[in-house]
């Protein structure tokens, strides 16, 4: 049997992230929107359609108050075995929140971590929402970037940079907010992500000296064709027509 284990930190208190993973039914609206698309409830389970079109029964193991703790299984999907467990943790930034998931067979391991990974990127977003809103500089500098998927693999991709286009960036500091553009190119979706940052520094600081090599997640890699091995930087010259920040 293999196991998976992934968390995030989040800046919502950890009375809120536990809320809204102990919702069982809201799992759509409220925990992890854009990655699942409907949740019913029945007694003792809930019914999970997820946005790959994937339809799960996932029974509800427990729901521990104390501990912030919930487990369930999966039925009706490839997996044999499946049992899993999300834990909310505090955190000097917030709360840490980690999803525990055993599973058989252990063939399905790279489609369980990105699925596992989508999920989290969507968990951290939603779950940020409801931290207090943090004053922003203006963004001034735009990162961007171009990644080309085929058809049949571009809605799974899609799914993936929607929540955010990667993973933790809503809590880079600096990290401004984003654009994910998409076109149909003969037989081929082209991709192309814009980063706002507030400067050359915080893109630095959270990608590292070698800033300009793009960031392409493993789990991300199996769905594109190709992608732009760097990232351009442009100064924002001015904005027409946009809200302030």
Known sequence: MASLVREIVTRARPGEAWDAIRDIGALHTRLVPGFVVDTRLEPGARIVTFANGTVLREPIVALDEGSRRLVWSAEGGRMTHYNAAVQVHDDP?????VWTADFLPDSLGDDLA???AAGMAAMQTALDRLAPPIAAAPAKIARIWRGVAKPENADAYEAMLKPEPLPGIGR???YQGSYVLKRSIGEEIEFVTIL???SIEAI?????ADYETAIVPEARRRYLKRYDPTAAHYEIAATHGLPSR
């Open 204 to 208: 630095r600081a959270a990608a590292g």
């Open 114 to 116: 990105a699925a596992m």
């Open 172 to 174: 880079a500091p600096g």
């Open 196 to 198: 706002l940052w507030e």
């Open 93 to 97: 930034a917030g709360a840490r929140i």
